[in-house]
């Protein structure tokens, strides 16, 4: 079945390869899909991608961690198991619907709260904030796929920490420890190959997601594409994807849409 | 060294220890305080999704709204009957073809399989199957079907839906026969019963909840999947003609809805988020709530 996948994959974007060569196709940046012109470069869209999937990772982690740590460690018996019944609950939420939310109702709390004190805040001093807000942009996508991500990771974290041998808290309270000096020296240690792994399978869902970013990115294409600022308008490998797949007309275009696929594969890879 | 001395050492060692210990009592507080902020910011938003869907779902609902076609763009008539009736023909075929896949593939995993070469790897592409984005497996139902046959087809959502739903289906059968007692197995051994049988009637029967349970968690995930859909049943505002033909689901329609700049149009989104979250929520729910309760009375059996 993954040779299906990848066999697919490969004929479909061979021409693609071929037309651009994979190094032009990996750093172009151009994107011109109209007869004649036509030029394909992917390199804004990886950037997107990974700035996407980095600010999601930098947010959802610490949280899905301090999620998990309650849910294990902390909380009485009592709150513990609806709260991970809600989380995973979360987890189950299709991606179109965080992704309606998003664009109707949350993208105007980050405009509001969060991006435009910070744009007044600095007018401009900083340059990540430097650009009036429009609340479609890369920091609402990467906040969103955040809490998408959030249920996944720290429902592994949650079952990697259960698993931790009683003994080893019992070790660190004989020594006195405080419950978050036990859980810091005797919990995390034995955890961190889990957790880590969680965070991994976390950032493949950031990676891979496709219709959230599509609805919220901003969809730029070519040099713009490349985020200047945190509140840019920007485009990730699949959003691309996505957004052209039904207007492509010549197969060039088509092959040059599965070649971002295959971009994507092997962005998971590494 | 006189008393006095060892004394004033003591209180001084205290005096340090005290200090210290409060310092490591306020760390301790704060780190429960952000735990619990972690907890209430990622309830919000489910709370806020839950909502909003609901209040503005609601107003769209109606009988109309969920039998019949879209009327014309931006109009405010008709509903989303052929995204409903699509959504359950596309989700019930692939469930057709990636239930006996799935299961069987579980059962020759946990049963026959062991640990060689090829076994191991099965898992880990299995496992790497899970982790492929969902609109790759799009592209592939693309490629291998759609240009195949030239037309955009109900045959190539199924399809792509399956791959999405076997390693879900698979991870979760072996689980599951992995934990049924060894005893039982042997018990059948015992009578004389052929490896086969004993498979099917004792081990599979066991763990009967849990595979269901499977089943219906990789449909659930598959019904809200919208990428791999977009480029393979297309989407249209008509009810389903043939297997050979384009067809419509309720996350594409909902994608379309929500890009489209009418009002009435965003609250038909709202209302076919609705349905869906209904469909995709309601079938957790019971399902988790279901094995919970087999997961305890098992415990209690054995």
Request: aromatic share 8%.
């Amino acid at each position: 079945m993954v040779s299906l996948v990848a066999f697919s994959v490969f004929r479909g974007s061979i021409e693609i390869f071929s037309y651009e060569g994979v190094i032009g196709f990996l750093t172009g940046t151009d994107w011109n899909a109209v007869e004649g012109r036509e030029s394909f470069g992917a390199l804004p869209y990886i950037v997107g991608t990974l700035a996407s999937s980095a600010i999601a990772m930098v947010i959802g982690v610490p949280i899905s961690l301090g999620i998990a740590t309650f849910v294990s460690e902390m909380s009485p018996p009592r709150f513990a198991a609806p709260i991970s019944f809600v989380i995973e609950l979360l987890a189950a939420v299709p991606s179109i619907i965080y992704g309606l939310w998003a664009l109707f109702v949350f993208r105007f709390w980050i405009r509001d709260l969060i991006e435009m004190p910070l744009y007044n805040a600095f007018h401009g001093s900083i340059p990540i904030f430097a650009k009036y807000p429009f609340g479609l942009d890369l920091f609402t996508a990467g906040i969103v796929l955040a809490i998408m991500i959030i249920p996944i990771i720290s429902s592994i974290c949650r079952e990697v920490m259960r698993v931790v041998p009683n003994s080893q808290r019992e070790a660190a309270y004989s020594l006195g420890a405080t419950r978050w000096e036990a859980v810091r020296i005797a919990v995390f240690p034995y955890a961190k190959a889990g957790i880590l792994g969680a965070a991994i399978l976390g950032l493949g869902r950031a990676v891979g997601e496709t219709i959230l970013v599509t609805m919220i990115i901003g969809n730029v294409i070519g040099i713009a594409a490349i985020p200047t600022t945190l509140f840019s308008q920007s485009q990730t490998l699949s959003s691309l994807i996505a957004n052209e797949f039904n207007e492509a007309s010549s197969d060039l275009h088509l092959s040059a849409l599965i070649g971002l696929g295959t971009v994507l594969v092997g962005d998971k890879k590494k | 060294m006189n008393n006095a001395e060892r004394k004033d050492y003591r209180l001084l060692l205290h005096e340090h220890m005290k200090k210290k210990y409060r310092k490591r009592i306020i760390i301790d507080r704060l780190a429960t305080i952000f735990a619990i902020v972690c907890v209430v910011a990622a309830i919000i938003p489910l709370g806020s999704i839950l909502l909003e869907v609901v209040k503005n779902g609601a107003t769209a609902l109606s009988l109309e709204f969920l039998v019949s076609p879209q009327g014309s763009i931006g109009s405010g008539k008709g509903g989303i009957g052929p995204a409903i009736q699509g959504t359950i023909i596309v989700v019930g075929l692939a469930s057709l073809i990636a239930t006996p896949v799935g299961v069987l593939a579980g059962i020759y995993l946990s049963e026959f399989a062991g640990n060689g070469i090829f076994p191991s790897a099965v898992r880990f592409l299995n496992s790497v199957l899970t982790g492929l984005p969902s609109i790759v497996i799009g592209i592939v139902g693309y490629v291998t079907i759609v240009l195949v046959l030239g037309s955009f087809s109900v045959w190539a959502g199924a399809l792509s839906l399956s791959i999405i739903m076997i390693p879900i289906v698979v991870i979760v059968t072996e689980e599951t026969l992995r934990i049924v007692p060894h005893s039982l197995r042997e018990a059948g051994y015992a009578l004389g019963i052929s490896k086969a049988k004993i498979t099917l009637n004792i081990v599979l029967m066991t763990a009967k909840s849990g595979v269901l349970t499977g089943i219906g968690l990789g449909i659930a995930r598959i019904a809200g999947e919208t990428a791999p859909l977009i480029m393979t049943i297309l989407g249209t505002s008509l009810f389903f003609s043939s297997l050979e033909g384009p067809v419509d689901a309720l996350p594409l329609r909902i994608w379309r809805l929500a890009s489209q700049p009418y009002e009435s149009a965003h609250s038909f989104g709202w209302g076919a988020a609705l349905v869906l979250i209904l469909m995709v929520l309601g079938m957790n729910v019971a399902l988790r709530l279901l094995a919970h309760k087999k997961g305890f009375t098992v415990r209690a059996e054995v």
